[in-house]
Nanobody, 123 residues
Framework: VQLVESGGGSVQTGGSLRLSCSAS????????MGWFRQTLGKERGAVAS???????KYADSVKGRFTISKDNDKNTLYLQMNNLKPEDTAMYYC??????????????????WGQGTQVTVSS
C-alpha cells in the first residue's frame, strides 16, 4: 500500500479537520502530491496540490480555508481544513504523481491513490 489517508469525520459548519496521508518513501518523493475530492455522481476534482519545491495550488472554493503541507521526516501529506462548509462534504483522496497538469497533480497517467477518507459537514 502506497498511500493511506486518515483524519476524516463529521463536523458542523465552521468546524475544522486535518487530513493526513502517510506515504511510502517511493510515492512521497513524487514531484506532485495533492488532495482530491469526490461526491456521488460527480467527477473527482482537485482540492490542493504541493510540488517537490513546496509550491502550492488551491481550488478557488477552498482558498483561504484549507492548507496543504508536508512533513518530510514522516513522509506525510496533510490537509488542514478550517471553516468547513456543507459543500465540502465528500470523499477525500490523496494522490502522488510524477507530473503536473495545469497547476495540479496529473492524474491522467501513472498516479498513486489512497483509499479515501470521508468528510461530512452538517449545517
Amino acid at each position: 500500500v502506497q498511500l493511506v489517508e486518515s483524519g476524516g469525520g463529521s463536523v458542523q459548519t465552521g468546524g475544522s479537520l486535518r487530513l493526513s496521508c502517510s506515504a511510502s518513501q517511493f510515492t512521497y518523493t513524487r514531484h506532485c502530491m495533492g488532495w482530491f475530492r469526490q461526491t456521488l455522481g460527480k467527477e473527482r476534482g482537485a482540492v490542493a496540490s504541493i510540488l517537490s519545491d513546496g509550491t502550492t495550488k488551491y481550488a478557488d472554493s477552498v482558498k483561504g480555508r484549507f492548507t496543504i503541507s508536508k512533513d518530510n521526516d514522516k513522509n506525510t501529506l496533510y490537509l488542514q481544513m478550517n471553516n468547513l462548509k456543507p459543500e465540502d462534504t465528500a470523499m477525500y483522496y490523496c494522490a502522488a504523481s510524477s507530473f503536473t497538469f495545469g497547476d495540479y497533480c496529473d492524474t491522467r497517467g501513472n498516479v498513486y491513490w489512497g483509499q479515501g477518507t470521508q468528510v461530512t459537514v452538517s449545517s
